[in-house]
C-alpha cells in the first residue's frame, strides 16, 4: 500500500481536500493508498476551511480533518510527497534534505511529457548545486544562472492556486484542479500495478 503525504501551507485548504479526494476516488477505483497531509507553516488542530468543508460535502466526503504541522514521523511514513506548490517542494526539500528524492508537486508527479520531465530533471539540478554554493559561500556561475532562467522560463506552472481567504468560487476551482490531478495519480498508479 503507497502511503502519500499532501502538503501546503497551514493545512487547512489545498492539502486536506487532496487527502480527503485521494482518499474517496482511490477506495471508488479499488487502489490501496493511504493518504496524510500537512502544512509547513500549520499550526495543530485547526479546522479545515469552511469552504473546503463544503467542497468535500459536495463530493460526499464527510472527513473532519484538522491540520498539523510537518513533522519528521510523517515524512518518514511516506513513500511520496506531493506538495501544491513548487515553494512548498522547496520548503519540503530544504526541511527534510534527505526526503528529496520522493518529494514533488502533485501536477509535476502526474506530468507525462517528456521534455517537460527533463527539464525538470535539470532544474532540480541546478537548485540543488545553488543551495550548496550558497551554503558555500559561492554563487552560480553566469552559464548556471542563464540555464536556470532560461528553464525557468520554458516550465509551466505546477502550483495550484491557493483559495485561502477567498470565495467559495475560489475554492471550486483549486478542487478541480487537485481532483483533476489525482485522477491521473490514479492512473498512473494502477499502471504501476499492472506492470
Known amino acids: 500500500m503507497k502511503h502519500i503525504l499532501f502538503v501546503c501551507t ?3 485548504c489545498r492539502s486536506p481536500m487532496a487527502e480527503a479526494l485521494l482518499r474517496k476516488m482511490a477506495k471508488d477505483r479499488g487502489i490501496a493508498v493511504e493518504a496524510r497531509s500537512a502544512g509547513v507553516a500549520a499550526m495543530d488542530g485547526l479546522s479545515m476551511s469552511r ?14 480533518l484538522t491540520s498539523k504541522s510537518l ?22 526539500i530544504r526541511n527534510f534534505p534527505q526526503a528529496a528524492d520522493k518529494v514533488y508537486t502533485l501536477k509535476e508527479y502526474v ?10 530533471k535539470e532544474l532540480d539540478g541546478l537548485y540543488a548545486t ?28 505546477f502550483d495550484i492556486s491557493d483559495p485561502f481567504g477567498g470565495s467559495r ?26 506492470s
Open 130 to 157: 545553488w543551495e550548496v554554493k550558497r551554503s558555500l559561500g559561492q554563487e552560480l556561475t553566469n552559464e548556471e544562472r542563464e540555464r536556470l532562467i532560461e528553464i525557468q522560463q520554458r516550465v509551466p506552472s
Open 51 to 64: 469552504h473546503a468543508e463544503a467542497v468535500l460535502r459536495d463530493h460526499e466526503i464527510d472527513d473532519r
Open 71 to 92: 513533522k519528521r514521523d510523517a515524512v518518514e511514513w511516506s513513500d511520496l510527497i506531493l506538495t501544491l506548490t513548487q515553494s512548498h517542494k522547496q520548503q519540503v
Open 10 to 12: 497551514g493545512n487547512t
Open 111 to 120: 506530468e507525462d511529457d517528456e521534455g517537460v520531465l527533463n527539464d525538470l
Open 169 to 194: 468560487e475560489d475554492y471550486d476551482l483549486a478542487a478541480a484542479e487537485i481532483r483533476a490531478a489525482i485522477e491521473r495519480l490514479l492512473d498512473k498508479l494502477e499502471a504501476y500495478r499492472a
